[in-house]
């Protein structure tokens, strides 16, 4: 078996098309045509023509994990994905007896060994980014880790970029910014809602009870406030129907589903009394 023809291919300057016995044999990258030599009238056996396949197989992985990396850091887990997406059309082109898992594994091996992947400078950077830019809470970015594939190990390991000051700085920075979109409720719903939001941005449980603490004590004159305000809407909303027990009941039920605790309920309602008299 004789090369007849190489020729550069159109679409890929740097990947070539192989003819043996004037047909088509092999599309091969530069660094494979490179290596092995390949030359118009070199000799082919069969021996020489799968180790040259599996060569060709081999770097074309190795391309599509560079093509993957040249966008961004990824762990290694996100460049085994990315690469098991492209498995079936891989394996149309291979030999019969050429393992793709082996192929990925090994490519896998090399890009570590040359610092491409590292799983530990991976989550450090993606703790700085999430923690900075995204300020999510530390359980989220731990969580997000997880998913993609660190250890516990390298998740610590990663986690020490992220101090407490600036988690409670970034947890501020939520809940501010969420209270400042529900201004309309109730300070016990607000807390329940701060609570979810917070819990859902991933921060620990004890950051949360520390600032709601904080902030359920300073909403407690500004609920006052709300409160006179939310009951006199809704008494000039009802009295035009009720009058008296009946009025005082729908108003008290009222004020009950918007959040407000039945203590203050009950002052706001003995300060007014004067409100029920019936005619």
Same mark, same amino acid.
């Given at each position: ?40 009238? @070199?000799?082919?056996? @069969? ?33 085994k994905d990315y690469l098991a997406k492209g498995r079936k059309d891989r394996i149309a082109h291979q030999s019969s007896d050429y393992q793709d898992d082996q192929v990925v ?18 989550? @450090? ?91 359920? @004590? ?33 108003l008290v039920q009222a004020l009950y589903r918007k959040g407000f605790h039945m203590d203050q309920i009950q002052t706001w309602i003995n300060q007014h009394e004067d409100l029920f008299i019936e005619d």
């Open positions: 078996m004789k090369i007849t023809k190489i020729e550069q291919q159109a679409k890929a300057k740097d990947r070539y098309s192989v003819y043996v016995d004037d047909k088509f044999w092999l599309g091969v990258g530069e660094e494979v045509l490179i290596h092995y030599a390949l030359h118009k009238g @070199q000799i082919l056996d @069969q021996a020489a023509k799968e180790k040259i396949q599996a060569a060709e197989f081999n770097h074309k992985v190795y391309s599509q994990a560079i093509h993957y990396l040249s966008y961004g850091l990824r762990s290694i887990k996100e460049v594994d090994a490519v896998i091996d090399k890009l570590i060994d040359q610092g491409y992947l590292n799983d530990l400078v991976y989550g @450090q950077s993606y703790v700085r980014t999430l923690a900075t830019v995204n300020r999510k809470g530390s359980r989220q970015i731990y969580r997000d880790l997880i998913a993609k594939g660190l250890s516990d190990h390298e998740i610590e390991e990663a986690l020490l970029e992220y101090s407490q000051d600036q988690e409670i700085e970034n947890l501020n920075y939520q809940a501010e910014k969420y209270a400042r979109s529900k201004k309309k409720l109730t300070a016990k719903m607000l807390s329940q809602k701060l609570r979810h939001h917070l819990v859902a941005k991933g921060f620990p449980n004890d950051l949360i009870n520390a600032y709601l603490s904080v902030r359920n @004590q300073e909403d407690s004159e500004s609920e006052e406030h709300l409160l006179e305000e939310m009951a006199a809407k809704e008494y000039r909303k009802r009295s035009r129907r009720d009058r008296g027990w009946t009025l005082k009941q729908k």
